[in-house]
Structures are given as structure tokens and as C-alpha cells.
């Protein structure tokens, strides 16, 4: 079998993005919509003239009194992971490794990013928590005076090192003889770029996160993607060409997929997030991150791929071979062989009726 092209890859990806898109949209957000609203304490009845309007707010009260007991399940005590010697020579290191854990879990805001995982999993059916190790490059300026001529070699010659201001004078010194000799003395400013990474764990919105509709679990999905708006410079940062970046677009706000969502949390008065007109690397642009099993090489085996699409049109812009999509999900009532459930707003609306 040949291998795959770059445009039937394009296509591919791009069909498959929009038909898990087309999914949640017509059979998932208007259910996260309607409890959402209902957790607001309102409800789709209409108000009978002559009646009172008050309406009992059971949906929140039922969510606000579950989540605390939940959230005791995984907080009552400081090993949120224990590792298990297999025997007395792995005490040392189940320790360490279970200690390095609980330490990560504080690290990265662990009780924010439980507390609102289990929150939409009550409300929006599902809680969504994604993972990754971010990798950064740091860049540190340094000012040196006196250097010698070794020690200036030593400073340039590692790795990432550049000279940004480098001045040179000659002086007198006396040598193990007595004699005077001549001396370089340098004064330098040099940059140091070097990558640095660190684990992130990071809630993400429901309505950022699409499934294939077949999907039983992440782990079997056809496709999982995150699709987000992303200011044009961070994807320039990304190490994308500043020409690629600039023929990339956003979304509409009426066309915006999960924008009434969006509304719900933010209010009506959501905008832009002070976009500069005069600043075009703060443009907002539509980024996805899909992972997808593809056979990409011909050989009839499909492996997972990590793709960076831009646009509404889903350009690829970046692919490479996976090992395992970095989502976990919370869900409090799961449907048995489907990816999406009930949440607890749903058991409830028509009590709030």
C-alpha cells in the first residue's frame, strides 16, 4: 500500500474534525446548555400570569451538596497516588515516587484542577482534564567585566551562549619573574537560550473538547481533538512561519462552536479579550489539536498521530507519531459503550419543574 499523501492526509484530518465537531454540537451542547441554565435557576416553563415566579433552584442545590463529598474522596488525605512496594528494596524508591507525586499535584494547582473537573462532570456531563510536558525556551542575560582569554573561551562556548556586547582592553601586569606583560581584559553582555520543561495539568473547557461519535472512550476514540482560539503570536511561538500563521483565521462569533456556552460563563457582555487592531499578533486564530489513528506509512496498521490544525479550514500545520492522547475524563454517571453520559444537573430538571 503507498503511503498517504499530503492532501489526503489534509482531507483526512479535516473530515474528521468537523464530523466529531458536527456531533457534540447537534446531540451534546444543547443538553450542557440546558443544565447549565438550569443551574442558574432558570427553566424552560413559561410563567403563568397571576403565579409567582420563584423557582426552586434544586439542580444547584443537588450539585453544590455532591461535589463536596466528592472532592473528600480524593482530599481527605496528603497521597493522592501510592505507590506499592513489590518488595523491602522498593520501599525507598515507592516512597520517593509517591512523594514526588503529591508534590507535582501541588505544583500544578492539583485542587483547582480536580475541583473543576468534578464540577462540569456534574454539570456538563463530563470533566475534562488534559496533560502534557511544556517545553520552553528561556533566554537570561548575563554582564561580565575582567574577564581573561580563557575564561571569555569558556563562556562562549557553550551551548546557546551568543555575544550581544563584547569590549577589549590591554593591561599591565606583572608576571612570576618580575616582568611586565601584557594582558587582554574583556567586558562582556551575553545571552543564554537553553529549553527548560515542566508537567502541566490544565482543566479545559467542554465545550474546547470533541469525540467521534462511535467513540466508547478516549482511549478508542477514532479522533480526539481540542479546538480553542489562540492569539496569533503564541502560535508564531509555537515555531510556526509568521506567513502560515497570518493566512490562518478565526471563528465568527455567531458561527463560534460552544459560543452560547461561552456566553453562559462569561455573560453577554463577553468580547474579545482586548484585541488590539493596530497588533496583529494578537489576533485570535482557531487552533486544533487532534489525535487521530491514521495509516500514514501504507502498511495497513493505523497509528495514533498528533496533528496541529490552524484555521476553520483545519490546516495541518504540524504531525508527528503519538503515544497516547493526553486527556482524562470525570464522569458521574456514565452511559454503558458510549463516551458520554448523564451528568447529576440532568437526573434533576424535572424535580426543578
Known amino acids: 500500500m503507498p503511503h498517504m499523501t499530503e492532501e489526503e492526509i489534509q482531507s483526512s484530518i479535516k473530515t474528521a ?12 451542547a444543547g443538553q450542557r446548555e440546558r443544565a447549565q441554565s438550569y443551574f442558574d435557576g432558570n427553566v424552560d416553563l413559561e410563567h403563568e400570569e397571576g403565579r409567582s415566579k420563584v423557582v426552586s433552584t434544586k439542580v444547584r442545590d443537588v450539585v453544590r451538596g455532591a ?17 506499592v512496594p513489590k518488595g523491602p528494596e ?15 499535584f501541588n505544583k500544578v494547582g492539583g485542587y483547582n484542577v480536580l475541583s473543576n473537573a468534578i464540577h462540569d462532570s456534574l454539570v456538563k456531563k463530563v470533566g475534562l482534564v488534559k496533560v502534557w510536558w511544556n517545553t520552553e525556551t528561556i533566554a537570561k542575560t548575563y554582564t561580565y567585566e575582567n574577564l581573561s582569554d580563557d575564561e571569555v573561551q569558556a563562556l562562549v ?16 601586569e606583572m608576571d612570576e619573574e618580575g616582568l611586565d606583560v601584557d594582558r587582554n581584559v574583556h567586558s562582556m553582555v551575553i545571552t543564554h537560550k537553553y529549553e527548560e520543561g515542566e508537567m502541566v495539568v490544565e482543566g479545559i473547557p467542554p465545550e474546547e473538547f470533541f ?15 481540542h479546538r480553542s482560539e489562540v492569539r496569533a503570536g503564541d502560535i508564531v511561538a509555537m515555531g510556526i512561519d509568521q506567513d502560515v500563521v497570518d493566512d490562518l483565521d478565526g471563528s465568527d462569533e455567531d458561527s463560534l462552536i460552544g459560543n452560547v456556552e461561552k456566553i453562559q460563563r462569561f455573560g453577554p457582555s463577553m468580547q474579545d479579550d482586548g484585541e488590539v ?16 489513528r491514521l495509516d500514514v506509512e501504507g502498511d495497513g496498521i493505523p497509528t495514533l498521530h498528533k496533528f496541529l490544525c490552524g484555521g476553520t479550514d483545519y490546516k495541518v500545520l504540524e504531525m508527528e ?24 444537573a440532568e437526573l434533576v430538571l424535572h424535580d426543578q419543574d
Not at 21 to 27: C, E, F, G
Request: aromatic share 12%; hydrophobic share 40%; charged share 25%.
Open 17 to 28: 474534525i468537523q464530523d466529531a465537531i458536527d456531533y457534540v454540537d447537534s446531540d451534546i
Open 67 to 83: 461535589k463536596p463529598s466528592l472532592m473528600r474522596i480524593f482530599m481527605a488525605n496528603n497521597k493522592f497516588v501510592e505507590f
Open 90 to 104: 522498593d520501599v525507598e524508591s515507592a516512597e520517593q515516587a509517591t512523594a514526588y507525586c503529591h508534590w507535582v
Open 157 to 172: 562556548s557553550k551551548d546557546g551562549v551568543e555575544v550581544v556586547e563584547h569590549s577589549q582592553e590591554i593591561e599591565m
Open 211 to 225: 469525540i467521534d461519535g462511535s467513540a466508547k472512550s478516549i482511549d478508542d476514540a477514532y479522533i480526539v481533538c
Open 277 to 292: 487592531d493596530n497588533d496583529p499578533s494578537m489576533r485570535l486564530v482557531v487552533l486544533t489539536e487532534a489525535y487521530m
Open 321 to 344: 507519531p503519538w503515544d497516547k492522547t493526553p486527556f482524562a475524563d470525570f464522569q458521574v454517571d456514565p452511559e454503558p459503550h458510549a463516551f458520554y453520559g448523564r451528568s447529576l
